[in-house]
């Protein structure tokens, strides 16, 4: 069973920066393309940053030249380095595997909590 646990989030100004981790388990985590997703209440959960199985990365325009997703396969971690944090930047955010032709996303970890003041 996968299994996903988000850690690093918090609360800060804007400007600030914050390191997200996520520790994923019950995958072949080195084949998978990894992103994070982010979530706000009545809006649908949102990729915004996405990671190959060979490091090629991807980001939406919002987050381009501010955010770096990176991957350790050694230790199945997925990072995302968040820079010059915006508020609309605020939300959940969740790591989570890219759905594949041999990946169906059917379990997310609990997310971890961004929140950016101005």
């Known amino acids: 069973q996968v299994q996903l646990v988000e850690s690093g989030g918090g609360s800060v100004e804007a400007g600030a920066s914050l390191r997200l981790s996520c520790k994923a388990s019950?995958?072949?985590?080195?084949?998978?393309?990894m992103g994070w997703y982010r979530r706000v209440p009545g809006k649908q959960r949102e990729l915004v940053a996405a990671?190959?199985?060979?490091?090629?990365?991807k980001y939406v325009d919002s987050v381009k030249g501010r955010f770096t997703i990176s991957r350790d396969n050694a230790e199945n971690l997925v990072y995302l380095q968040m820079n010059n944090l915006r508020p609309e930047d605020t939300a959940v955010y969740y790591c989570n595997a890219l759905p594949s032709s041999w990946y169906r996303v059917e379990y997310w970890g609990q997310g971890t909590q961004v929140t950016v003041s101005s």
């Open positions: 990671v190959t199985s060979v490091g090629t990365t």
């Open positions: 019950g995958m072949q985590f080195s084949i998978n393309a």
